[in-house]
């Protein structure tokens, strides 16, 4: 196959692995999706590997057919991943211009970045992410790139989030086993917070809410800055093992029902009717009320915003989102936004998906299925032309305008 410059995301689910593949389209000089597929992956468990040779297998599975699908190599890949072992704090590094020429430069701007990562970290945890969110100058806020400027104090806030190296290592080696090489690793809420949210809603204060399978992700961002992000080890997969149990049917079937009807907010119950529930062998069906499943999801999701709201709680920053967007296969559920808006009382909350000016693509791909791998290509295509460290990226806050120069002269598939 060619070599091309086809940028994967590939988002580390909780049964799954999505990616999306880019390239970037010199006609409209965008990024263009060239495919995009998500396929079950039964050695992960809320988004760390359990089984090394079953997740190598499906990773070989997505890669090979997105590579199929395209007639081109991936290039470059980047993985996104979550899990309750990551932790996420903000931090403050400060550097002294001594120097006669008071003129910044980007070494400066480095090692106030080295002196913000100088915090103590667990033992056997390592750093995956810093993100520069933006510098100050001798106390002077808002400067969001210093380099040419002239000052004394350089000071630079940054979201840094670590995470298990046994965990990152295993992940790593799931990957790397089939023969794909890794360009960068992210926390996964931090492309897509970036790529979902509009900068007014940053501005303003605005918590993101991923709703996975068997992971919630949070961050929040007040004065257009991630302060707080954080993965909660509960998720959607529970509504389901709710239906199974109580409807007496199989997870698949749950599943099924739960897309297909499940509504959790009372108002969304359109019309009384029933629903086919087939038994646990599949031989019989019995039928059920709808408004029986509306009174099995909804004291479940519930349940599951008040764990987000309890994080919420203690982020230190309750009082400071006051929209809300959530994404996520979770956010398909009728009714979800509602529970955001009474549970954890912000004034207006919409489902998310990447911001559609990001990038051109198939609507297909425009779902909160999709916005944690789409946002993993964008982010990483968009700063492309930073330094990638070992498994790491440090790059700078806002991904918009940005596309990595390395990928902007380059046609799609042009060699
Ligand atoms: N239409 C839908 N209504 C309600 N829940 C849905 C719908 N589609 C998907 N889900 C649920 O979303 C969860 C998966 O979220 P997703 O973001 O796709 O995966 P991951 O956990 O890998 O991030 C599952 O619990 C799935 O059942
Ligand atoms: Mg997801």
Redesign the pocket.
Known sequence: MAKTNLIAGL?I????L?CIAVAYDAETNMLKVMAGR?VPCKGLRG?MVSDIRETSAAVTHILGSIERECNHEISNLFIGM?GAHLESFSNHGTYNISRLDKEITQADMDLAVENAKAMPIKNDNEIINVITQGYSIDKQRGITNPEGMEGSLLEVDVHITTGSSTHINNLAKAIQRPGYKIDGTFYSLVPLADCVLTQEEKEIGALIL??????MSVGIYIDGILKFSRDIPY???L??SDLSRLLHTSRQHA?EI???Y?VSFPTFLDEEGEIPVPSLDGRSTHNIKKSYVLDIIQPRVEELMEQVAHCVDTSGYKNFPVVGVVT???S??PGITDHCVNILGLKEVRRGIVQRDLIISDDAFFD??Y??AMSLAIYAATNADEEYAGGSYDKESSVFGKLGKWLKGVDIFGG
């Open positions: 988002d689910g909780s049964g799954k999505t998500s988004g979550r991923d709703l996975g399978g068997e992971t998720g959607c997969d509504i389901t599943k739960k897309e297909k499940g996520g296969g979770g398909l559920m909160p299925q916005s944690t």
